[in-house]
């Protein structure tokens, strides 16, 4: 046998092992759950350059596709700032999606942002946006890029077919595999460790709960773990009797010390019921895990838990601080937080004699906005946006990505803004519709702008934006 004959037959192999290990720890270890059926979860593994689709049934992941030839950041190891060109590792989420006609030919057949910096990046001080999973330049050779996670065209398209928007991202140096008896021993280790913060929360224990939070942990309130314990401290007093329901209940690991739990709660006490989706992040310090970070996302409370609503706010209640004895009972609101809030009257009609201060107000609203866009400062552009913002596919966060994408790649940026007309909208938001121009090295158009803008703690915010072309 020459040397080299004994060199493939080697390596032949060590390819056949590789897939007879692949083939018996079949399970996705990083995906985890609990009264999940037909959810999505994208996974990448940086290391193998290769992506994977798979679909939660009956609380286990199975692989619907498989992606090869991923291409991934220049720079080796997480993200950390702006510029490193690094692909960051952690769990992240869909939250838009960009057309090819809105992208440059370098992003293929279109563009899929995530949430880059989330919640626990920010915490950590990481730096950068514009972290998308979008198509590629079939001219295009090199096999690096500036951080996105690139896929081929067809896959693009594909997942376009598939409702990706709001599918979880895992991102991982490497992804692991395992067989069933130790998929459901660390499954249940997890789901122990969540019902740990479920029963000392539920039975008022507040020394237990204090026991699972990091001294560093923050909340999507910014409260720090001193705020949040007391505060935690304080509604257990004052709400003794609660109903707490955690469910569709997903847990993601990125590594073996930083894991994200995923799921929707229903809380209800006397006069307050929220509903949303929790996502709790832990890190592992010495042996043992803690949450560094709660975020909170608030939804429509489902049908299944109105009846319960209605239960709960039958119960007599004392006044609280914010309530006296002769007004009556809050009805329940859904909001950021689990905690009782104010309700006010609805103040959207403005009096009349403040109309022309409202015109200039928003006048010059405009005008500040219009030239943070020409400076290109994601920073101070996105300040003039409601959290509460969406445009098409696009939140917030989405915008924002998008945006300052875009801000890193034209080099000079002008608006031209004329016409403006102000409709104030029964609801107390304010129309903003105006004719713009829009100018960059590549691109010269003329439209209609059309602003949503709702007062916020005093201040304008666009809450919606749209615009048409004029011809």
């Known amino acids: 046998m020459t040397k080299i004959s004994r060199i493939f037959f080697s390596l032949l192999i060590i390819l056949l092992c590789h897939n007879a290990v692949y083939a018996s720890k079949k399970i996705f270890a990083d995906v985890m759950a609990k009264g999940v059926d037909k959810e999505k979860v994208f996974l990448v593994d940086k290391g193998m350059k290769k992506s994977f689709l798979v679909e939660i049934r009956d609380d286990l992941p199975v692989l619907i596709k498989e992606f090869d030839d991923v291409i991934v950041g220049e720079g080796n190891g997480d993200k950390l700032r702006e510029g490193d060109k690094k692909t960051p590792t952690g769990v992240y989420y869909v939250i838009g999606f960009i057309p090819q006609s809105k992208l440059d030919k370098i992003y293929g057949t279109g563009a899929f942002p995530l949430n880059y910096p989330n919640f626990v990046d920010k915490l950590y001080g990481k730096t950068g946006h514009g972290i998308w999973i979008h198509g590629r330049d079939p001219l295009e050779k090199k096999q690096v890029s500036k951080g996105c996670v690139v896929l081929k065209n067809e896959d693009i398209n594909y997942l376009k077919s598939i409702n990706f928007i709001n599918t979880p991202v895992v991102i991982a140096e490497k992804l692991h595999f395992t067989d069933e008896l130790n998929y459901n021993t660390e499954k249940s280790f997890w789901l122990n460790f969540l019902n740990e913060f479920y029963e000392s929360w539920k039975n008022n224990d507040i020394n237990r709960l204090s026991k699972l939070i990091h001294v560093r942990f923050k909340d999507s309130n910014h409260k720090s773990y001193s705020e949040y314990i007391q505060r935690k401290k304080m509604l257990m007093e004052k709400y003794p009797q609660k109903t707490i329901t955690f469910e569709n ?38 042996n043992d895990f803690k949450i560094i970070a709660e975020e909170y996302i608030p939804k429509a409370i489902p049908e299944r838990f109105k009846h319960m609503t209605k239960l709960e706010t039958t119960k007599e209640a004392k006044p609280t601080d914010n309530t006296s004895k002769d007004e009556k009972p809050t009805t329940p609101v859904v909001k950021t937080d689990n905690e009782p809030i104010k309700q006010v009257k609805n103040q959207a009609s403005a009096p009349k004699e403040n109309n022309i201060n409202i015109e200039k107000t928003i006048n010059d609203f405009v005008e500040e906005w219009r030239l943070s866009w020409e400076s290109k400062d994601i920073n101070k552009y996105i300040d003039f946006y409601s959290t509460n913002f969406r445009s098409g596919s696009l939140d917030y966060e989405g915008w924002k990505n998008d945006k300052g994408g875009k801000f890193e790649r034209i080099k000079n940026i002008s608006v031209e803004v004329s016409n403006i007309k102000i409709k104030h909208l029964k609801n107390g938001d304010f129309e903003v519709t105006f004719v713009q121009k829009y100018k960059t090295e590549t691109m010269n158009n003329k439209g209609v702008k059309t602003l949503t803008i709702r007062i916020e703690n005093g201040k304008p915010k666009i809450v919606g934006e749209s615009w048409r072309p004029l011809r």
Not at 267 to 278: H, L, Q
């Open 249 to 286: 209940i997903k847990i993601f690991k990125e590594n073996e010390s930083e894991v994200v739990f995923d799921f929707d709660q229903y809380y209800s006490a006397p006069n307050i019921t929220t509903y949303g989706t929790k996502r709790l992040y832990l890190i592992k310090e010495a």
